[in-house]
């Protein structure tokens, strides 16, 4: 997406500040979509140590 496209659509793309400078980039989110395509769950500011383990309680239940 070197257009930053899709990321616009999601909203996922914008400023960000990182040890005192602003940038543009893209939020670390993740979504937990349904087999019909359909957002179940947001996940915004994700760690990835634990996300996955999230996840897959969510998908799970």
Known sequence: DESHHVCQLYGVWGRKKFMGKEYDGVFRTS???????????????????????????????
């Open 31 to 61: 979504f937990l979509i349904d087999l019909k395509g359909k957002i179940k769950k947001v996940y915004e500011n994700v760690k990835p140590a634990d996300h996955s383990t999230e996840v897959i309680a969510d998908i799970q239940s």
